[in-house]
Nanobody
Framework: QVQLVESGGGLVQAGGSLRLSCAAS????????MGWFRQAPGKERDFVAA????????NYADSVKGRFTISRDNAKNTVYLQMNSLKPEDTASYYC?????????????????WGKGTLVTVSS
């Protein structure tokens, strides 16, 4: 059974940092692209960042470029999202997701697996 379990969310002041983790199990994720999406209250779920497990290629939403970094640890089957210079508008539930293949352009409707999310709140 595939499981994606997010952790690392919490409350942080604007300008601060958080690191989210996504522990993956139940599959050989080396053939997948992993992504982070986020959903603010009352809004749609949006793409944040992606990384191909096999190639290491990455992709970011314009709103987080230069502030967020996605990475992976093959030995731990874990994907990370390092978030720096956080802003109140980054407040959202953050979801880890997986899609088979190496394409790092991801859309919510094409993902194969989802985690349950972790809440990030950035205070001003």
């Amino acid at each position: 059974q595939v499981q994606l379990v997010e952790s690392g969310g919490g409350l942080v002041q604007a300008g601060g940092s958080l690191r989210l983790s996504c522990a993956a199990s139940g599959r050989t994720f080396s053939v997948y692209t992993m992504g982070w999406f986020r959903q603010a209250p009352g809004k749609e779920r949006d793409f944040v960042a992606a990384i191909s497990w096999s190639t290491g290629n990455t992709n970011y939403a314009d709103s987080v470029k230069g502030r967020f970094t996605i990475s992976r640890d093959n030995a731990k089957n874990t994907v990370y999202l390092q978030m720096n210079s956080l802003k109140p508008e980054d407040t959202a539930s953050y979801y880890c997701a997986a899609r088979m293949g190496t394409i790092v352009t991801l859309y919510e409707g094409t993902m194969d697996y989802w985690g349950k999310g972790t809440l990030v709140t950035v205070s001003s």
